[in-house]
Structure formats: structure tokens, C-alpha cells
């Protein structure tokens, strides 16, 4: 193999992305299907780089179809910035979202954690806040 040339294992390896993970991009298109040395993949740099790309944006929440055209916008280069900052704040209001329903559960857990604790309710008060809501 040439030196741009690795074995998906190295591309695991080099990304932290797992090799399953790896080939169900490929099949959805978020990762170009690599050429073929005989019956294994061989992938380069431009693979290294896209992957890496599609891993961040994962670990920021963002979802595949997201990450899709991000990957649109990223092709098209600077002259989508606008359009690449509409996908991150509508993303960011769906984060500040859920940090707001986490921060719901929390309350409700604690409230139900400290109710069991002072042991003056004859049930359980966790499983009452789950039928009442």
C-alpha cells in the first residue's frame, strides 16, 4: 500500500471512530465508498479528514441529516458561512432546549430523592411523581 493508502483499521484508529460506525456512513453517504485494493477498502487522507469532520460534529450533537449539509456547506466553502451559522443556531436552540428539560428532570429527582430520604410519605414518592406526570 502506498502511503496515502490505510486499511479501515487505521482509519479507526486515527479518528476514534468505530470501524462499524465507519462503513454505516458509507452506506448513508456521509462518507465517500473508498476504493478497493483486492477485498479491502484503502483509505487516505481526504477520508481521514471527513471522518474527523462527521466525528466532531457528532460529539456537538449535531444529527446525521445535520451533519449532511454541514458537509454541503463545507464543499461549497466561505461563501456559506451565513448558512452554516442558520444550521448551528437552529441547533443551538434545540440544545438550550433539552439543557432546559435536563434541568426539569433534575428538579423532579432531587424533589423525589429527598422525599424518599425524609421517609414521610407511605409510598414511594419517585413512583408517585411517574403516575402523576
Known sequence: MAETEIPIGELSRRTGCNIETIRYYERIG???????????????????????????????????DEVRALLGLAAIGPASCAEVRDVAASHLKDVR???ADLKRMERVLADSVRACDAGQDPGCPLIEALRST
Do not use: K, Q
Not at 32 to 57: E, I
Open 30 to 64: 456521509l462518507m465517500p465508498t473508498p476504493p478497493r485494493r483486492g477485498r479491502y477498502r484503502s483509505y487516505g487522507g481526504d477520508h481521514v479528514a471527513r471522518l474527523g469532520f462527521v466525528r466532531r460534529a457528532r460529539e456537538l450533537g449535531f444529527t446525521l
Open 97 to 99: 432546549a433539552r439543557i
